[in-house]
């Protein structure tokens, strides 16, 4: 699965408590691809899921979208800036206008990288 590149985690301070493990990675399963190329809008949908986590805070989430699989060829990129709220899961849904398809694999993936900052 090309997507699972690069799945990010940070770590946030929850007072004198220990700090909670917030976790930012991909919502995809067989049959339902976590980046999907639609050649229809030219753009890649892109399903990433956020758990943990113990106070109110912003992560800031990068997806980008590669021509190839060994993701050094950039077609698109978006970034956004998702609130957390507690403990609890929370899926994030982001849409990446490309220049050009990206790369899909076998099973519907289309190659994409997450990166994380709190």
């Given amino acids: 699965m090309l997507a699972s590149l690069g799945a990010g985690a ?8 220990p700090p909670a493990r917030l976790s930012v990675g991909w919502d995809g399963s067989e049959g339902r691809p976590s980046c999907a190329y639609d050649a229809s809008t030219r753009s890649v949908a892109v399903r990433l899921l956020v758990t943990g986590g113990e106070r109110h805070d912003v992560v800031t989430v990068t997806v980008s979208a590669y021509a190839d699989e060994n993701t050094s060829d950039q077609v698109g990129s978006r970034t956004r800036d998702v609130r957390v709220d507690g403990t609890g899961r929370q899926r994030v849904a982001l849409t990446i206008g490309v220049a050009r398809p990206p790369h899909v694999d076998e099973d519907g993936e289309a190659a994409c990288r997450l990166a994380v900052q709190d």
């Fill in 10 to 17: 940070v770590v946030l301070a929850a007072g004198d408590d």
